[in-house]
């Protein structure tokens, strides 16, 4: 089946010089305050689809005296089986902080006060080879896609503030944390103020719109709406 994901393997030198280069590239010659992505290496899911075995990362998994080859079998056998199924989620995490790593360090050569910005769009981070807390040392922010509001239902909320919660406490306190809000037709004025009350409350740094393209201006409106009733600065609406 077509698959909508086309991983860019870690590991891989020239695949680690191709975004190198396009990040370098946007960070010299673009005036840009931020940068921000969601390059996943590594697709959701196990040894038979979730990863990468290519030469590079037999090699990267030798330096770490890791037989990913060998784990590989045994894990197509057993998903489960430890400590190989341990051990390789390990391996695809520190590969992924690495990479992000050569990335940051590239970028702020050349702008050393440019944000480097991860979005995360999924909530299960390990499935994709993702460790919040060893990639933060490379970031500068980190927004949430969270976008429970465009399904117009309240009873679902809560998931907003559960997933805010467990990556406020996974990265800590100070860190800047950013969440997005949903303004699609589909949402409703009431669930944006909602949701801009439950991140506030998780302790963000920032509101960010998703999908503004298509807002109607109550969807917007409930935005500052929702800042003012969580006791947030907002500057007056224009006239």
Same mark, same amino acid.
């Given at each position: 089946?077509?698959?909508?994901?086309? *991983?860019?393997?870690?590991?891989? *030198? %020239?695949?680690?010089?191709?975004?190198?280069?396009?990040?370098?590239?946007? !960070? +010299? $010659?673009?005036?840009?305050?931020?940068?921000?992505?969601?390059?996943?290496?590594?697709?959701?899911?196990?040894?038979? =689809?979730?990863?990468?075995?290519? %030469?590079?990362?037999i090699k990267a998994a030798? +330096?770490? $005296?890791?037989?990913? !080859?060998?784990?590989?079998?045994?894990? #197509?056998? %057993?998903?489960?089986?430890?400590?190989?199924? %341990?051990?390789?989620q390990k391996f695809r995490? =520190?590969?992924? !902080?690495?990479?992000?790593?050569?990335?940051?360090?590239?970028?702020?050569?050349?702008?050393?006060?440019?944000?480097?910005?991860?979005?995360?769009?999924?909530?299960?981070?390990? !499935?994709?080879?993702?460790?919040?807390?060893?990639?933060?040392?490379?970031?500068?922010?980190?927004?949430? @896609?969270?976008?429970?509001?465009?399904?117009?239902?309240?009873?679902? @909320?809560?998931?907003?503030?559960?997933?805010?919660?467990?990556?406020?406490?996974?990265?800590?306190?100070?860190? *800047?944390?950013?969440?997005?809000?949903?303004?699609?037709?589909?949402?409703?004025?009431?669930?944006?103020?909602?949701?801009?009350?439950?991140?506030?409350?998780?302790?963000?740094?920032?509101?960010?719109?998703?999908?503004?393209?298509?807002?109607?201006?109550? @969807? #917007?409106? +409930?935005?500052?709406?929702?800042?003012?009733?969580?006791?947030?600065?907002?500057? *007056?609406?224009?006239?």
């Amino acid at each position: 089946p077509q698959r909508y994901l086309h *991983p860019v393997c870690p590991n891989s *030198p %020239d695949g680690r010089q191709y975004i190198i280069a396009i990040f370098s590239d946007l !960070a +010299a $010659n673009y005036d840009l305050d931020y940068l921000q992505w969601c390059t996943i290496p590594f697709d959701q899911g196990g040894p038979d =689809k979730g990863g990468c075995f290519c %030469d590079s990362c037999i090699k990267a998994a030798q +330096a770490e $005296n890791f037989d990913l !080859a060998k784990a590989r079998a045994v894990l #197509l056998k %057993d998903p489960k089986a430890q400590p190989e199924a %341990d051990r390789w989620q390990k391996f695809r995490c =520190k590969s992924l !902080a690495r990479f992000y790593g050569n990335i940051a360090a590239a970028v702020h050569r050349i702008k050393p006060k440019i944000d480097l910005r991860f979005n995360l769009y999924f909530r299960n981070e390990t !499935a994709w080879g993702v460790d919040l807390k060893l990639i933060r040392p490379h970031l500068n922010s980190l927004r949430v @896609m969270e976008y429970t509001e465009q399904r117009g239902d309240p009873a679902a @909320m809560p998931q907003k503030r559960q997933w805010l919660t467990h990556v406020r406490e996974t990265i800590g306190p100070d860190f *800047p944390l950013l969440s997005a809000i949903a303004v699609r037709p589909r949402a409703t004025p009431e669930l944006i103020r909602q949701g801009v009350q439950i991140a506030v409350e998780c302790g963000v740094a920032g509101i960010t719109l998703g999908h503004y393209d298509g807002a109607e201006f109550p @969807m #917007l409106r +409930a935005i500052r709406d929702g800042l003012a009733d969580a006791k947030v600065p907002v500057p *007056p609406p224009r006239t």
